[in-house]
């Protein structure tokens, strides 16, 4: 989910689990959905992206749902590693009027080992 | 090598001053962006362009200006009318504006003394 002010939504997992972090979006009309991690001090990088004529697509060790009923992203990291722990954000291509790629607060995700 | 490159990485300016942070792609990108970091935050678009000699403003343009005379470079000027600079400052550049995946620098961190 997203947040409010400084405090990031955190998830703490432990080294091998699966991880799931959401996102919700706010425009029905958005057609492209982006995930991105961000390590402390650096640019985001890139993981994966999915159009919403799609469902779901999968990545190395990632996975993205993309659920359009409820406006719903989620990212699932497969067994988690001490080096995916950053802070994730989801982006959504908003529509309508003025085009922009919009940027959810983040997530923080901890991986403890 | 392709990529982004943004300098200085640390910059500190006093009150009143302008300054231009740097961004020079060679990823034969059309669009490039400027977005803004605070703490906590997700990222907030400034201004971006989509082709050589246009630019456009984003959700927060007041108190910076942009240009884009070459396709590899887009600098922005942080004036002295922007009466809070201390930032994380990234910039970007895709394919196509908003619709394909944004390559990001690794940021430079704006502070004003």
């Known amino acids: 989910g997203e947040s409010v002010g400084l405090h990031l939504p955190t998830l703490s997992v432990q080294e091998g689990d699966n991880s799931i972090i959401n996102c919700a979006y706010s425009?029905?009309?958005?057609?492209?959905f982006i995930w991105y991690k961000q390590e402390s001090g650096k640019g985001p990088q890139f993981i994966i992206d999915?159009?919403?004529?799609?469902d779901k697509r999968q990545g190395q060790r990632v996975t993205v749902l993309l659920n359009k009923t409820v406006k719903h992203l989620s990212l699932q990291i497969a067994a988690t590693q001490p080096g995916d722990s950053a802070v994730y954000f989801c982006?959504?291509?908003?529509?309508?009027?003025?085009?922009?790629?919009?940027f959810g607060k983040g997530t923080k995700l901890t991986v403890n080992p | 090598d392709g990529g982004i490159t943004q300098s200085p990485k640390y910059l500190f300016r006093k009150e009143g001053q302008n300054v231009t942070l740097s961004c020079e792609q060679n990823?034969?990108?059309?669009?490039m962006y400027w977005y803004r970091q605070d703490p906590g935050q997700g990222l907030r678009l400034i201004y971006y362009?989509?082709?050589?000699?246009?630019?456009q403003k984003g959700d927060i343009a007041e108190g910076y200006s942009v240009s884009r005379e070459k396709k590899e470079s887009f600098p922005l000027t942080v004036t002295s009318a922007q009466k809070n600079p201390t930032a994380f400052y990234l910039c970007?550049?895709?394919?196509?504006?908003?619709?394909?995946?944004?390559?990001f620098g690794q940021g430079t961190r704006l502070t004003v003394v």
């Open positions: 970007a550049s895709s394919t196509r504006t908003f619709s394909t995946e944004a390559f």
């Open positions: 425009n029905s009309a958005s057609d492209y």
């Open positions: 999915i159009r919403s004529n799609m």
């Open positions: 982006a959504e291509n908003m529509q309508g009027g003025s085009e922009k790629l919009v």
């Open positions: 990823l034969n990108h059309d669009a």
């Open positions: 362009s989509q082709i050589v000699n246009d630019f």
